[in-house]
């Protein structure tokens, strides 16, 4: 399927629609079919590495379609719209994950059929697993967005141990910044220590023992200020 510019307008103005004029929904019957057409094309390649490459030259193909659905805020549910997101994640977009996880979140929406999770376990899972998983020279980059992921699930309910993966997450991210500056390393450590809390096998009893070592030393080496 082509994506002329003039579709790409259409879908646009489309998806901004009132509900009341989407009755026949063609627009995103349109996009339904697109996408699974899509998902056999990702479906038939083995490799994960090339389908992170096909699904990040999809993506803007899908632009159109989401910037209309967030511009018209009506909440409906919408399976495109719901594995953009994902796709976003998947190709460590998270930063541009986000729009559409917020409007998710604030609408209440629900990942298509064929995904178990809700949607704030989803994030949460595969935000951390993106950073734990992925490439350690790039977790730095998704820092902010870890964060804002935090505090968008904070009230989500999900298995302990995904919490935990999400705290893990932004506390390694922190460590991988460059300068990495006392209060960073002390919020990091607060990260790991409620990660342990929430599962004990989460894997940072040695991160936060290392830490901790870092801190001491790091405040024994502090210069004294008298007194006035």
């Known amino acids: 399927m082509i994506m002329t510019p003039a579709r790409r307008h259409w879908l646009k103005a489309t998806a901004a629609e009132k509900p009341a004029t989407r009755q026949n929904a063609n627009g995103y019957e349109l996009m339904l079919a697109k996408l699974d057409e899509d998902r056999r094309r990702l479906h038939a390649i083995q490799s994960t590495q090339r389908k992170v490459a096909v699904k990040r030259e999809l993506l803007p193909e899908y632009s159109p379609w989401v910037d209309g659905v967030i511009k018209g805020d009506h909440g409906q549910q919408d399976d495109v ?107 990091a450590l607060a990260h790991l220590q409620t990660a342990l809390l929430l599962h004990d096998k989460v894997g940072v009893k040695k991160d936060i023992e290392q830490l901790e070592r870092e801190l001491k030393r790091t405040q024994a080496a502090a210069p004294v200020i008298a007194a006035a």
Not at 161 to 182: F, G, I, M, N, S
């Open 81 to 187: 719209f719901m594995t953009v997101m994902l796709w976003r994640i998947d190709i460590g977009d998270l930063a541009g994950a986000l729009p559409l996880a917020r409007y998710a979140i604030r609408h209440a929406l629900v990942m298509p059929d064929r995904f178990k999770r809700s949607v704030g376990c989803l994030l949460a899972e595969e935000f951390a697993d993106n950073t734990l998983l992925g490439d350690p020279t790039h977790r730095a980059a998704g820092a902010d967005a870890l964060a804002e992921c935090l505090a968008l699930v904070a009230d989500q309910d999900m298995p302990d141990e995904v919490r935990a993966k999400l705290h893990k997450a932004r506390a390694y991210a922190l460590l991988a910044c460059q300068d990495v500056t006392p209060p960073m390393q002390t919020e």
